[in-house]
């Protein structure tokens, strides 16, 4: 609050744009090293409980997670409406398996994590945040590069979530936000399957990232739409992307009723902590402002001809032609 008194010494600031940067005051720090893959920390926020911090963004913290997690999991579930084999893209925290765990009809739930360090730190440092579901019977832990076993794995499951780092054009997750990779990820979809990944930032001064997600998974998908969130730590809003072979409806009376029926037939206690039919509705009204953006959007994200490194951004004429496709 204004004139609060600041009581931290230690900052982990992320740095939005070139010309902003969003900090949060560290308690206590339970530890701190370098992976193979990245720098990880695993601290507490003043404000927000224990987090994890891959590379100086923080990924996910105890005081508000259930506001990220809940959406990424549970509106691919809610579209499908019985999902029993579940993919997880990342994912080494244990949010988004515990979430899945909620639902009756799941039989299994697979995490793939490149950075074994991670899912070990987690597992140690938040139990808030997994709760156990990185133990549970249900869940397999699979220490591999997402790419990798995407391309070997020839099993099919009804949903998969990309729960990755933020995708940034010349970040090095990228690959896995370009078409190529959106290709493959469809062959492990069951016919009537749904995909949702983390799409960035919605803010049109911070990335245009969010619409081009869009768009590539539209030159994939026969459906795919945006869906808004609001997560305190990331100090701003947060898109995630959904898409299906299958048309689905995200707006209307009758929306609200199936989706409230589904949690009662099918999640454990009826009822989640930021998500029912109202809510559901919700996430997919966003601002006319980024509806007009993805809608005029035709940049299709594509790999270079070696399939793994980033390539110039395909135009518009092209993005029209893969949809013909």
């Known amino acids: 609050m204004p004139g609060a008194q600041v009581e931290a010494d230690i900052w982990v600031s992320e740095f939005i744009s070139p010309y902003d940067v969003y900090q949060h005051g560290v308690r206590e720090i339970f530890l701190a090293k370098r992976t193979a893959f990245q720098s990880m920390a695993v601290v507490d926020f003043g404000t927000y409980g224990r ?12 005081g508000d997670e259930v506001q990220y997690h809940e959406p990424l999991c549970h509106v691919p579930c809610l579209v ?28 299994r739930v697979v995490v793939v994590d490149i950075d074994a360090e991670v899912v070990t730190a987690c597992r ?10 990185l133990d549970d019977a249900r869940v397999e ?8 076993y995407v391309d070997r794995c020839g099993e099919r499951f009804e949903v998969i979530v990309s729960d990755l780092t933020d995708p940034l054009e010349d970040g090095p997750s990228f690959a896995l936000f370009a078409r190529e990779f959106f290709q493959r990820v469809k062959r492990l979809l ?30 994939v998908y026969q459906h795919a739409s945006s869906y808004e969130v609001f997560v305190p730590t990331f100090g701003s809003p947060l898109g995630f992307a959904i898409a299906s072979e299958r048309a689905f409806d995200t707006f209307g009376e009758q929306v609200v009723e199936r989706v409230n029926r589904r949690l009662v037939e099918n999640v454990a206690g009826g009822k989640l902590q930021t998500l029912d039919g109202i809510a559901f ?27 793994k490194s980033p390539d110039t951004i395909i135009g518009s004429a092209q993005a029209d032609a893969n949809r013909g496709e």
């Open 51 to 62: 987090g994890l911090v891959l590379d100086g963004k923080v990924q996910c913290t105890s």
């Open 281 to 307: 509705v919700g996430l997919f009204a966003t601002s006319k402002a980024l509806r007009q953006r993805i809608e005029a959007e035709r940049t299709v994200y594509t790999l270079a001809s070696d399939g």
């Open 124 to 133: 140690e440092h938040l139990p808030e945040i997994h709760r156990g579901s």
């Open 190 to 219: 069951t016919p009537e399957g749904v995909f949702v990944t983390q799409a960035g930032p919605t803010s049109a001064a911070e990335s245009p990232m969010h619409p081009r997600i869009v768009s590539t998974l539209r030159s």
């Open 141 to 148: 832990v699979v220490t591999e590069d997402a790419w990798a």
């Open 80 to 107: 499908h409406g019985a999902p029993r084999q579940v993919l997880i893209l990342g994912g080494g925290d244990g949010g988004a398996a515990r979430e899945f765990l909620k639902w009756r009809t799941v039989e």
